[in-house]
Every structure is written in structure tokens, then in C-alpha cells.
């Protein structure tokens, strides 16, 4: 053998005593790498900003966050809690949220004035989730007509309220309307300041708490046949980059959704820790809603009749595309 291929032969010696030794200090080289890798391209990527309410309308999105479902679906998410659904509309257009849970009306307005935001499915609703509660001296809705009306601007409450108005043969154009924050409601009718609130729970209980005998439910919006769908909504280029990701709240929701079902009590508990209701109170708002996930043609007629009305009013000037992203999901 001459010294070249000596020479030959030593050299592929000490490249593969390179290629098995270079991973001596990490047991298993590369393979041993992988989960770190994995768990460091997981850690960059940004998380989903999800805004909702700490309300009873929004209770599929605090029950997957406190038994860890979103985690569970591998999906980081970062919650920004709003005042309402209004509010989270807002976080949509301004850019400071991807998704958002509100009622329909907030939905219609703002993707009317906005093609970036799309529907993405229904979460639950009910056809007595907005109700209003009167003074005990008012007891014949025609006196809605000349009452002070606590409610809030184009909110949900507000747009079933219209709808329910004209079906009753009320002419809404001719009320006093008092716009107030939800928050505020329970207040004004204690002292006198509204003769009437409309709205959806857990308002008209937590007024009904406060008040006592001296309010009664004069009105819920259960003749119009509309589901007044409670939605999910996102930034179109959201929906577009990050499929998975909306397929993994969605898995997360309907999660959430089986448990409300199978879980009452615990649901009751962990619900009015977040909303801050004494249970028995929570109990009854949580259960006066439907929950589930999905989009069916009632919603879109429901829906498509809020949005008439809307129209109707000057809130929108056209109905946007009622297509939901997760129908078939």
C-alpha cells in the first residue's frame, strides 16, 4: 500500500470519528435536538390576540381559559378582555385584535364599514337573551313610547329591541333612547334617572337584584324568532396566514361548549368567579342562552333581520357577506 492511500484511508478514519463525535456532549446528537428545536420555533410563534368580555354572553371563551383548553389544543393565545362586544368589534378594526366575540349587531356594523372582517362561526345565543325590565307602574308596552329608555347604541340589546318595537306595533323613531353602559344601568334605575332598560344578562337580573319589587320584566324579544346569534369574528388576512390556528379555536370552543353541557356546576362556579354574579344568579343567565358551535341557515336569517333593521336605522348602509368561515367546520 503506498503512503497515498494510507493517507486516503486515515482521512475517512477522522471523518467519521467527526460526524459521530460532534454530538458526545449532547447524548443521541441531532435526534436528541429535535424536541428543543420544536419547542423554540413553538415559543416564536405570536400568539393569537383574542378579545372578549368577562359576561355571561362570552362564557365558552372564559371556560376554555380556565380548564386550559386553548393550551390543550396547542394554541397560544393571548386574551384582551373588553367592556362588551361593541368594544370588541373595535379591537377588530383598529388592529388590536385578530379575533373577537360579540353579539350580531356589533358584528354587522362593523364588517359593514370594514371588508377586512369576516364572520367566522356562531357560538350561542337565545331567543330570550335580551329582555327589558320596566318600573312596576309600567305594564302595557305602549308606554314605552313615552318612557326614558336606558339602553345601549348599537349593541345587540339595541338592534332586537327595534325589531321587537316595530313587530309590536311600537314606533321606535318616536322613544327617548338613553344611551348607557351596561354598567351603569342597574344604578340609573335605582335612582330614578331611566323608567326602563333593555338589555342582555346579566343586566336585566343584576337590575331585578338591585331594584327588588320595584321592577318587573315588562318584554323579552322571543316573538321574533331570531336566534340573535353570539359570533366570532376575525381579520380576513388572520383567517388566510393562520388556518390552523382558527381550526384550533374553533376545536377549543366546542370543547368548552361539551363541558358547559356536562359540567353544570362546575361551569356555574368557574363563571361566576370570572363575572363576579352570586351563583344562583349565574345559574339562571348561564342556561337562559343556547351554546353551541356552528353556523345554520336560522342564524343568517336571524341575523339578516337584525341587519335589516340596522339598515333601516342609518347604522349600516349596506348587509355585509353572512358567510360564515367555520359553517363547515
Not at 272 to 299: H, K
Not at 307 to 323: R, T
Request: charged share 20%; with cysteine.
Amino acid at each position: 500500500m503506498n503512503n497515498k492511500s494510507i493517507g486516503t484511508i486515515l482521512l475517512l478514519i477522522l471523518t467519521l470519528f467527526c460526524l459521530n463525535g460532534c454530538d458526545r456532549g449532547n447524548p443521541g446528537g441531532a435526534a436528541a435536538l429535535q424536541p428543543e428545536r420544536e419547542a423554540a420555533a413553538a415559543a416564536t410563534v405570536e400568539p393569537l390576540r383574542l378579545a372578549y368580555a368577562h359576561k355571561v354572553c362570552y362564557e365558552p371563551f372564559i371556560i376554555a381559559g380556565a380548564i386550559n383548553l386553548f393550551a390543550e389544543e396547542g394554541l397560544k393565545v393571548e386574551c384582551k378582555l373588553v367592556g362588551g362586544g361593541i368594544q370588541a368589534a373595535e379591537s377588530l378594526v383598529t388592529g388590536a385584535a385578530d379575533i373577537a366575540a360579540m353579539g350580531d349587531a356589533p358584528f354587522l356594523i362593523a364588517a359593514s364599514r370594514n371588508s377586512a372582517i369576516r364572520l367566522l362561526t356562531r357560538y350561542g345565543g337565545g331567543e330570550k337573551m335580551h329582555r327589558v325590565i320596566a318600573r312596576t307602574g309600567i305594564v302595557d308596552i305602549r308606554a314605552l313610547q313615552q318612557a326614558r329608555i336606558g339602553i345601549q347604541l348599537g349593541s345587540s340589546t339595541h338592534g332586537a329591541f327595534i325589531a321587537w318595537a316595530e313587530t309590536v306595533g311600537l314606533d321606535p323613531g318616536g322613544m327617548r333612547f338613553i344611551s348607557l353602559r351596561p354598567l351603569d344601568m342597574p344604578q340609573a334605575m335605582q335612582t330614578g334617572q331611566i323608567d326602563v332598560m333593555a338589555g342582555s344578562e346579566p343586566w336585566p337580573s343584576n337590575v331585578e337584584a338591585l331594584c327588588g319589587g320595584k321592577v318587573h320584566e315588562l318584554a323579552d324579544f322571543s316573538s321574533l324568532g331570531n336566534t340573535f346569534p353570539l359570533v366570532i369574528a376575525g381579520k380576513n388576512a388572520v383567517t388566510e396566514k393562520r388556518p390552523q390556528d382558527i381550526a384550533k379555536l374553533l376545536r377549543a370552543l366546542r370543547k368548552a361548549v361539551a363541558f358547559m353541557h356536562d359540567n353544570r356546576a362546575e361551569t356555574v362556579r368557574l363563571a361566576a368567579a370570572a363575572i363576579g354574579l352570586p351563583e344562583t344568579q349565574q345559574e339562571t343567565c348561564t342556561y337562559r342562552l343556547f351554546w353551541d358551535v356552528g353556523f345554520t341557515a336560522r342564524d343568517r336569517a336571524g341575523m339578516t333581520m337584525t341587519a335589516q333593521q340596522l339598515q333601516q336605522l342609518g347604522k349600516i348602509e349596506k348587509i355585509p357577506a353572512l358567510d360564515a368561515y367555520g359553517a363547515a367546520q
